[in-house]
């Protein structure tokens, strides 16, 4: 069975910082298969940040701000959060889907999810 487990979500000050971990079991994922949605209040779900062929890409809001990094080793993908604004409040989603695809950004390429983990920034 496999199972994505978040942590590191929580309450933080503008221009804090966070580092969420999403931690993979029952199935090992390649640095392309594991990316980081999220979803605020009211909005529909966005990708935020996944490993692409040659580097990595982000959604424009949070470009130089955030990072996504793994360990394979692990099966662990990380979200390193910096400089964080309130309008990066969300709910922040692992997914995993089963290969690789052009189609990253589409939530129903991915049957695997987290539980999610809160984030809070204040203002």
């Known amino acids: 069975q496999v199972q994505l487990v978040e942590s590191g979500g929580g309450l933080v000050q503008a221009g804090g910082s966070l580092r969420l971990s999403c931690a993979a079991s029952?199935?090992?994922?390649?640095?392309?298969?594991l990316v980081w949605f999220r979803q605020a209040p009211g909005k529909e779900r966005e990708i935020v940040a996944a490993?692409?062929?040659?580097?990595?890409v982000y959604v424009d809001s949070v470009k130089g701000r955030f990072t996504i990094s793994r360990d394979g080793a692990k099966n662990t993908v990380y979200l390193q959060m910096n400089s964080l604004k309130p309008e990066d409040t969300a709910v922040y989603y692992c997914?995993?889907?089963?290969?690789?695809?052009?189609?990253?950004?589409?939530?129903?390429?991915?049957?695997?999810w987290g539980q999610g983990t809160q984030v809070t920034v204040s203002s």
């Open positions: 029952g199935r090992t994922f390649s640095s392309y298969d």
């Open positions: 997914a995993g889907t089963l290969h690789y695809t052009v189609y990253y950004r589409d939530v129903s390429n991915y049957p695997y």
């Open positions: 490993f692409r062929p040659g580097g990595t």
